[in-house]
């Protein structure tokens, strides 16, 4: 292993958890129903949207916040969930750069 790839491997290393969250065809729908919602979304909307309980929901919910794609604002005795996937997303794009870089330099 040169120089070069140790740094983009541990770059793989750290995206990893980030990438798992995406696996998931829930918390792709999930994500991409909040991207359609910029003013966030309860619970109980979200299951409304989806073939899965509120509990279900809520499970995906916190996977997703705790990965840093979304986040949840209290309004009233509700949390509305928002995306906030700029951190995760500047992760994902250091990576796909350092790839392409290590694509490009000579062998």
Do not use: W
Not at 17 to 32: C, F, G, H
Not at 46 to 73: C, D, T, W
Request: aromatic share 4%; with cysteine; proline share 5%.
């Amino acid at each position: 292993m040169d120089q070069h790839t140790a740094p983009v491997l541990q770059q793989f290393k750290a995206c990893i958890p980030l990438l798992e969250v995406l696996t998931d065809e829930n918390r792709q729908a999930i994500i991409m129903l909040l991207a359609q919602n910029k003013s966030g979304l309860n619970v109980n909307t979200i299951a409304g949207h989806m073939n899965l309980s509120r509990p279900a929901v809520s499970h995906h919910l916190k996977v997703l916040k705790q990965s840093g794609y979304i986040q949840s604002e209290k309004k009233g005795v509700e949390n509305y969930y928002v995306l906030t996937v700029r951190q995760p997303l500047e992760q994902l794009k250091s990576l796909i750069a350092a790839v392409e870089s290590a694509c490009d330099s000579p062998q």
